[in-house]
């Protein structure tokens, strides 16, 4: 049997975000339209742009996911703490500017992307096993 892998609780992290997100996005693509409207706020027009903001939730599951399997799991760190961080910073700073209905809900969804952003940065910083970055330039 092989050993459990190192840092478990980030990989966790990561497979969790993963499934977030995929399941955030297939509910925008499906349901979305229909949640809107009866939240009162159904989309302008076409509800193709819309649905096209679950795009990059169905994309970065593959990130996260291959993230949590790597045995070089440190060369994710940047990517995912900026897809995941960066996202809901974006995420907010439109709903700060733009002012979309519901807002709430909106700035929910960036609450979660940053809470979660959050946990990854702190899992990665706590990992006993992570090595000092002098010892890993050889």
Sequence with gaps: MPPAPARRGLRRSLAAGAVYDAALGLF???AGPAAMT???HPPAG???YFRLGALPLLLLPALYLAA???PQI???RGPVLWARGGGGAILLLLVATLRPEPAW???AVAGVDLALAAVHALLW???PDRAPV???VS
């Design 28 to 30: 925008i693509v499906f």
């Design 38 to 40: 009866a939240l009162g």
């Design 46 to 48: 076409t509800s193709f």
């Design 68 to 70: 949590a399997r790597s």
């Design 74 to 76: 440190d060369a994710f």
């Design 105 to 107: 809900l909106f700035a």
């Design 125 to 127: 910083r706590s990992s």
């Design 134 to 136: 002098a010892s890993r």
